[in-house]
């Protein structure tokens, strides 16, 4: 234990464009599974504060949504929910794709790539306009020459919002530690806001439905695009120390529905499989977990949804 009189403790949140690494970032300055991390950009719906140690500072981890430009309510929610995020923290870190960023300008770019860049010039263009100052991470970094990092870098800091730079690996761990003594740094001083030993702020039955979503994604990521969401409709705790979990995959269209559960529904068992073993992992207890598949076209309507996982419903 740090005496009280030395301890600090605050926010620090990371913003960036969808698949920029946040959720890595978060999970690895943690050092533990605070956000769900797929291959699908835009996984991140709503701020989940992961809580990380570093001396006598606690950070308080805000994975903001990325940041794009919206075209649904949906959008417009998680979009207001990460400048949200932004605005309260007493630090904020802009966490760009270095290797897409360059890519985006040359002729091997995607479209992902330069949709990416388009992202970043938004988020740049609102920080000047709000005159906020931030910390910028270059990530996967992995592989990239020193001079073009530094090259870009240079142009990056040309936009004058940025305090100082870092390069990291989310993925490898490059470069974080620096940056986590940096935020640990930037904590005012106070009394730690958690205990400890505890790893995140998430309400257990959103993390069990962002768990199963996560699932979701891995298996059918490719038929299946963002049209999926997960509730946790019960959550009861049984005499013997287990967990009675049920659960609804709500999906668009009645199209969507077999490819959920799959031939025999040996999909929906493996995505129940693989969210109960991590629950029994994360929770450190027996799981018994129920999954149902139903088709909403207006889940992306569900007052109760946004309030499920903290988003504005009117924004």
Sequence with gaps: MTDIENQRAGFAAIIGAPNAG???LVNRLTGSKVSIVTQKVQTTRFPVRGIAMEGDAQIVMVDTPGIFTPRRRLDRAMVASAWGGAEDADVVVHLIDAQS???SEGREGTAADRRSAEDTETIIAN????????????N???GMRRDTLLALSQKLFESGVYE???????ANGDGVEDLKQRLARSMPKGPWLYPEDQAADVPVR???AEITREKVYLRVHEELPYSAVVETTSFEDRADGSARIEQTIYVERESQRPIVLGKGGQTLKWIGQKAREELNDILGRQVHLFLTVKVDPKWQDSRALYAQFGLDFDV
């Design 22 to 24: 946040k959720s890595t």
């Design 101 to 103: 960023h360059i890519d």
């Design 140 to 142: 996967k970094i992995d």
């Design 127 to 138: 920080l000047q306009a709000t005159q906020t100052k931030v910390i910028l991470a270059l």
């Design 164 to 170: 100082e730079v870092y390069m990291i690996s989310a």
């Design 206 to 208: 959103v993390l069990a």
